[in-house]
Each structure stands twice: as C-alpha cells, then as structure tokens.
C-alpha cells in the first residue's frame, strides 16, 4: 500500500508508515460540547471519519479516538446563563452531537473519552511537567513554561520570538511570560471545581488532548487530525507538553482540514451566518451535506451556499439515478454477454483509479469525479438491449463498495408517508398488546428520520422535524 498525506509538520506529502504494521493509531480534536455543533466542526467529523474508513478499507486496523471538552469557560457561562449544572448541559449537548454526526453518516470514535471522566489522569501530567521543570505553580494556576520547550513553534513554523508578538497577559493572569499557557485553572466561586496540589480547579483546554491521547494511544500515535483553526495554538500546546512530559515524538503526521464559508464570508455569529447542523439537517438530506464537504479536497477551503448546495444536490441525485436504473435492470437482464470482461475490466480499473485518488493525501474530489465516471459507463452500458447479469452485478457492487468508504447512502433513506402511516398503525398494535418496547422502538426510529409523533385523544399525529 503506497497511501501519502500531507503533514503539516513538514509541510508536504509523505508516505503513510504505521508505528505498527497494519494498524493506525489516530486522535481527532472533538467539540466543546456547549451547543449543537454548527457547519464548521462537521467538515473534520465528516473528512476523519472518511480518512478512517479509507484506511480500514485498505486493510488496517484504526483505533480512532475522538474527545469531548465537557468543562470550560463556554459551559461554565452556559451553566450559569441557564441555571443548570455543567454535566446537565455537557450531557444533553454530546447526545445531540451523536445524533448530529450519525446523520452525516459519521461512524463513532473507539473511544470519545470526556475532560471530567480523566482529571486524575490530567493531573498526573500536569504533576510530571513540574517535575521536569516545564510548568510552575502561582497562586492556585499551573502554567506551561512555553520557552523551556525548544521545538515550540514547529508546527506552526515560527520561532518562539515571532509567536511572541501579540501575546499578552490577561487581566488576572500570574504567568511569568506572555507565551505561557495555563495547565491548572483555580476555581472561581461558584464554579465546578476538582481537587488537586495546587488547590480546587480545573484542566486548561490544551492539557486535556496530550493527557487523553497518551491514555487511549500511547506516548507516540500516527495521526493526529483537527480543523486548521487548531494548529495554533492547540496543537502547538499539546506537542509541547506531550513531548516534554514523555522525551518522545508525539504524532508522526499532523492533518489538518480547511476553513468553511458561508456565502463567500467568513461564519460568524455577528454576521449572522452561523450554520448549525442541528438545523440544516431537517432542511437537506443530510447525506447532502457529506457529499458537498467531500466534493471539495479536504485541506482546500470550502464556501457553502445554498446554489452550490442545489448543485451538488443535482451530482448526487445522478449517481443514484445511475444506481437505480441498474437494480430495476438487472432482474430482466441475460446471463451471459460476448464483451462481459471487457466491461468488468473496465470497472476494475475504475476502482483502481478510485485508489490512487484516495491514495494522494484522500482527494476525495478526484476520488467522487470516479463515481462520475462509473455512472457515465454505467448509462452506456444500459443503453444496449443485451446486458449481462454478471457485469450489472459487477457496476452494482462497486457502487456499494465506493459509495460505502465514502460513508456516502446510495439511496435517499426519507420515508414516504404511507411508510409512516404503515409504522405508525405498527406502534398503535404495539401499544394495544402492551409491547412497550416495540412501541418505543418505532418511535425512536421515526424520530431518527426527523418524524415526530404525537399521541393526542384524537389519536396519534406526525410531522417532518
């Protein structure tokens, strides 16, 4: 296998060698679980977990971790604007960011490890990094000693005295130097707090990723992957602490995915163009939205729209059609044709061209123009009156194959309404012999489709969410 990527480290391409044969051992920055997640953080859910099926399609075993922030200042300030407990909100918003990237066709991490359920684990890190003399405790905070780390600024590239103009003390701050960062935060009043050495707090932000990654992965991991807003300073931080803590190389390749904008402007909440996938997946099939974020390579920015959406939307709905014809043909089809190999290893080398687009640092775009390709020949092949079952077969099979280590659906999953109506008379039967359980079951299950039921003395109602 000659799979390449780009590592932002070296800043160019390289050959994809595992620490271990066969297997990947990759960490993906996840959200701070505050609100639903909006547009931008589904491009490195929706790009990662494309590289991750990629790289089990091509024969190697991926423990993929993926983290959740359940405690910072952005939950601490919802916590108190909503008059609820920090685990509350953290709870209600992870369940949503499942069912969120469930919808994009997003398979779940090996292990989503959350802040609040490894503070022990943080602290020790914390601890190690003060006895090697690369963090100091002042009143309560534990800060990073940024300048007693040589190789801080190599990912970003830029030396240590470039990363310094513009660095500030906050008001509050007891760092010795504007480039350091906080470890340890001392609990304010009224804050959710942990005991440690220092006093009640809790982790700074960037600990959090280097104490997880090295519970779930090891001291050394293959990939570590986020959006390109984490370069710096995130992943600067994390490769600071990581290798200062454990004398070893922390990630050998660093993946980064591109900015998303919004009608050619940058998304923000001032302009009033923040995108939340909670909201936009009850308006569009969310396999729409996959397909749209990897039409674009992933390290190349990507503006959204509602014309390029409809564009797209046009693209997928050709494959499907393509797909279609070709199960409603194959049952009339014959089972033998004289140019039968011709046209299977004409698929066969779509697939193969399928490959080296995935191989060069997952060009899923090139990758996507094949699938344009394989629906391109698959209309010429229907359009003779002798098909053969076998090649049929063959075009059925790599579209399902293709389509799968896209995590893309080749059929708009939507319920017709006398499907639901059908399930619905299902639940009304289900709760008349008292099987609950089943009765449940439908309902979650409409749900999951955006249907909402509603029980009323008139009976039961539904709608689309």
């Given at each position: 296998m000659s799979i390449k990527l780009y590592n932002t480290l070296t800043r160019k391409k390289e050959l994809f060698q595992p620490i271990e044969e066969n297997k990947v051992k990759m960490y993906?920055?996840?959200?701070?679980?505050?609100?639903?997640?909006?547009?931008?953080?589904?491009?490195?859910?929706?790009?990662?977990?494309?590289?991750?099926?990629?790289?089990?399609?091509?024969?190697?075993?991926?423990?993929?971790?993926?983290?959740?922030?359940?405690?910072?200042?952005?939950?601490?300030?919802?916590?108190?604007?909503?008059?609820?407990?920090?685990?509350?909100?953290?709870?209600?918003?992870?369940?949503?960011?499942?069912?969120?990237?469930?919808?994009?066709?997003?398979?779940?991490?090996?292990?989503?490890?959350?802040?609040?359920?490894?503070?022990?684990?943080?602290?020790?890190?914390?601890?190690?990094?003060?006895?090697?003399?690369?963090?100091?405790?002042?009143?309560?905070?534990?800060?990073?000693?940024?300048?007693?780390?040589?190789?801080?600024?190599?990912?970003?590239?830029?030396?240590?005295?470039?990363?310094?103009?513009?660095?500030?003390?906050?008001?509050?701050?007891?760092?010795?130097?504007?480039?350091?960062f906080v470890l340890w935060k001392a609990a304010k009043a009224g804050e959710i707090y942990w005991e440690s050495p220092w006093g009640d707090g809790r982790p700074g932000w960037h600990i959090e990723c280097s104490a997880m990654a090295k519970k779930y992965l090891g001291e050394t991991i293959d990939i570590h992957a986020g959006g390109q807003d984490l370069a710096f300073p995130h992943h600067e931080n994390e490769i600071a602490q990581s290798e200062a803590a454990n004398g070893k190389t922390f990630a050998n390749y660093w993946m980064h995915n591109g900015y998303i904008n919004i009608d050619n402007e940058k998304m923000s909440k001032s302009l009033g163009n923040f995108i939340l996938v909670h909201h936009i997946i009850k308006q569009h099939d969310p396999q729409l939205i996959r397909f749209f974020m990897l039409s674009v390579h992933y390290r190349h920015p990507i503006n959204y729209s509602e014309e390029l959406l409809e564009s797209t939307k046009k693209g997928l709905e050709r494959l499907r059609t393509s797909f279609a014809n070709l199960k409603h043909r194959i049952d009339s089809s014959t089972n033998l044709t004289t140019d039968d190999e011709e046209w299977l290893n004409k698929i066969s080398n779509l697939h193969d061209e399928f490959l080296v687009a995935m191989d060069d640092d997952f060009n899923t775009a090139n990758a996507i123009s094949t699938l344009f390709e394989l629906s391109k020949q698959t209309n010429y092949y229907l359009e003779s009156k002798n098909t053969s079952t076998k090649v049929i077969a063959s075009f059925i099979e790599m579209f399902e194959r293709l389509f799968g280590v896209l995590g893309l659906a080749l059929e708009d999953e939507e319920l017709l309404d006398e499907e639901?109506?059908?399930?619905?008379?299902?639940?009304?039967?289900?709760?008349?012999?008292?099987?609950?359980?089943?009765?449940d079951q439908i309902r979650d299950e409409l749900k999951e489709k955006n249907v909402i039921l509603e029980d009323t003395p008139q009976g039961t109602r539904w709608k689309r969410g």
């Open positions: 993906v920055c996840g959200p701070t679980v505050y609100n639903y997640i909006h547009i931008g953080n589904a491009r490195p859910a929706i790009v990662f977990d494309t590289v991750r099926r990629y790289f089990e399609y091509r024969g190697y075993e991926v423990n993929f971790v993926s983290n959740f922030t359940d405690v910072d200042d952005k939950l601490i300030k919802a916590a108190n604007e909503l008059g609820e407990e920090v685990p509350v909100i953290a709870d209600r918003f992870i369940n949503a960011y499942f069912e969120d990237v469930k919808a994009l066709g997003c398979k779940e991490a090996t292990v989503h490890p959350r802040v609040t359920e490894n503070i022990e684990i943080i602290i020790d890190f914390i601890q190690a990094l003060i006895d090697k003399g690369f963090a100091y405790e002042q009143g309560g905070d534990v800060y990073y000693k940024t300048r007693s780390f040589r190789g801080y600024g190599k990912l970003s590239h830029q030396s240590i005295d470039e990363l310094r103009v513009g660095a500030r003390i906050e008001v509050g701050e007891k760092k010795q130097d504007s480039l350091d639901i109506e059908e399930l619905i008379e299902k639940r009304i039967e289900a709760r008349k012999n008292r099987d609950f359980a089943l009765a």
